[in-house]
């Protein structure tokens, strides 16, 4: 088994809406030894919007040129490479598959082009695309759909040059594909070498164990459903289609996200909202963590015998405060959790350089 490297998603040191800049966030993420970083559009359109300001010195209100993302995407790479961090992937390429819109597919057809040589100059040779969770009456349920969309992509990625990989995740709030389960089967049916999935603990365990408009805060078969579909994943999925893992774990609420709730919104499934405000590093009990993480990655990292990339992809409503400390705090504690994971865990890991500095950090 190959050795684990730590990554982190550069959103989950903080939003740039937030006034987070990427430089701050990437000095942090050095400090405390992570190795690469799952790059967030986001954080790329702010940095193209900062330097097309700089350059024409006046408000920039649109999206910016593709020109402009691809100074950006230089710019970034340059950036990670003086921190000595790669790049893993670029990501989310969302709201692609099944769309009943074929006129919008055609769109997002034209928005990968783009993508693809955004990860060309930024490095990677991997882009991740979430389960779709647009409305329902946009989505088709149709699988032969969704595959003939996803093989579509797959085969844009490996006619480019050097090929792009893809990483399809199962969103536990996606439309239609909201299980592992389902991820799998739409991977193994579009039956391409650089069309694979990524792991998510989050993702599994709040959909099967997490119930947050609960008052209990789980399903009513949860470990029963955690134990069965952790069983399958070690027997069923391939560890080769496997193209990275992400590990967080997520907070009890102490009341259901219903209506009058803090979080809730009336436009977003619970999960969605829950995900979007209330996800934590590993073993944070501290801040109210619950979910049976330490189970499904132990099925990961042992059962599948999984080495590579895991990223802590945080989204908590942390990451929107505008505190200047902001980007420290979260970058010290996601390497608090990374080295606690690897303790109970026992992961083989890559060495961080030097890591008596790192630990001492924590």
Not at 92 to 102: Q, V
Request: glycine share 6%; proline share 4%.
């Amino acid at each position: 088994m190959a050795a684990c490297k730590l990554a982190i998603s550069s959103m989950s040191l903080g939003r740039c809406f937030a006034g987070h800049t990427l430089s701050h966030k990437l000095d942090m993420a050095e400090k405390y030894g992570y190795q690469g970083i799952e790059l967030f559009h986001e954080d790329l359109l702010d940095v193209a919007t900062m330097d097309q300001h700089t350059l024409s010195d006046q408000h920039v209100s649109q999206e910016p040129s593709a020109n402009a993302q691809l100074i950006a995407a230089r710019h970034i790479r340059q950036m990670c490479n003086q921190r000595g961090l790669q790049i893993v992937c670029l990501q989310p390429f969302m709201h692609y598959e099944g769309l009943l819109d074929r006129s919008e597919h055609e769109h997002q057809l034209q928005k990968l082009a783009l993508w693809i040589q955004l990860a060309h100059t930024l490095g990677t040779d991997l882009i991740q695309v979430p389960s779709n969770f647009l409305p329902a009456d946009q989505v088709s349920e149709d699988a032969t759909l969704m595959v003939k969309d996803l093989r579509k992509l797959a085969h844009m990625g490996l006619r480019s040059s050097p090929p792009i990989r893809f990483a399809y995740e199962s969103l536990c709030w996606g439309t239609h594909v909201d299980t592992w389960e389902r991820c799998w089967d739409l991977v193994r049916r579009v039956d391409c070498a650089n069309f694979g999935m990524c792991l998510d603990t989050f993702n599994i365990a709040g959909r099967i164990f997490a119930d947050p408009a609960s008052l209990t805060g789980r399903t009513l078969d949860a470990d029963e459903a955690v134990r069965r579909s952790i069983a399958r994943l070690v027997a069923e999925v391939d560890v080769r289609k496997v193209f990275y893992v992400q590990v967080v774990d997520a907070e009890r609420l102490e009341q259901p996200l219903i209506k009058h709730h803090p979080f809730y919104d009336a436009t977003q499934p619970a999960r969605m909202s829950w995900s979007r405000n209330c996800r934590l590093f590993y073993g944070e009990k501290e801040y109210g963590a619950y979910l049976p993480v330490q189970d499904v990655a132990v099925a990961i990292f042992h059962g599948l015998g999984f080495g590579g990339w895991v990223s802590l992809e945080l989204f908590n409503r942390r990451m929107s405060d505008g505190d200047a400390d902001v980007p420290e705090e979260l970058a010290r504690r996601g390497a608090k959790s990374w080295h606690r994971l690897v303790q109970d865990l026992k992961l083989k890991v890559e060495p961080t350089d030097p890591p008596s500095r790192i630990f001492a950090s924590l």
